[in-house]
């Protein structure tokens, strides 16, 4: 291996033999800037408040206690029995819509028992939906009247029966005795049952 010919000076530094050891220069201070930092310090300042300010404006209030009033749900019961009324107060069958009257009056009931037992009593037949009120009702005089009131409308809707004037005030007279034996037991507000 070959390199080109470099010189190289070495020198020497100058030493006083007689002279006392010096310590290193002290360091320089730098001067303070009073206006820079004043500024930097204001900046940050008009920040902080910015950022404070939007905070307070945006932020939702942890410790404010919000009232929320909510109407109660009406119970099943009442809103089957103003359906009932409803539908008595339109007279259908003594307008000669006797049909009509026995589909509305068992399809209030048969709403009422789907919201009452929680099964899909308007899409059952009778059959099925007395089997299923069999298994959830406890009173049988109640369900041996449930029965007797589809089966009557059910003759009336699919059969072509006519009843007789009475045969109509008594189903009527027959739904709200179903909802009243039927309806679930109402509790104070604010009090519920102990499990």
């Known amino acids: 291996i070959e390199t080109n010919e470099a010189v190289v000076f070495i020198h020497t530094l100058e030493v006083i033999p007689n002279a006392d050891i010096k310590d290193v220069k002290a360091p320089i201070r730098i001067p303070f800037d009073w206006l820079f930092w004043g500024i930097v310090l ?9 950022g404070y300010f939007l905070y307070k404006k945006f932020k939702k209030p942890e410790d404010e ?10 119970p ?10 409803k539908l008595k107060e339109k007279k259908l069958w003594q307008q000669g819509k006797v049909k ?9 009931i048969r709403k009422y028992f789907e919201d009452r037992y929680h099964f899909n009593s308007l899409e059952m037949t009778t059959a099925e939906s007395m089997i299923v009120l069999n298994r959830v009702m406890d009173n049988q005089k109640i369900i041996d009247l449930t029965g007797k009131f ?10 072509k029966f ?3 004037p009475s ?29």
């Open 65 to 74: 206690v919000r009232i929320i009033r909510r109407t109660p749900p009406i």
């Open 42 to 50: 204001l900046v940050i300042l008009l920040l902080a408040s910015i």
């Open 162 to 164: 006519v009843p007789i």
């Open 76 to 85: 099943i019961h009442i809103i089957a029995l103003k359906s009932l009324d």
């Open 100 to 108: 009509e009257y026995h589909s509305e009056i068992t399809e209030i």
């Open 150 to 159: 589809l089966a009557n409308a059910d003759m009336v809707k699919f059969a």
């Open 167 to 195: 045969v109509n005030e008594e189903m009527m007279i027959q739904a709200y005795e179903i909802i009243d034996k039927t309806k679930p037991d109402e509790e104070p507000l604010g009090v519920s049952r102990a499990q």
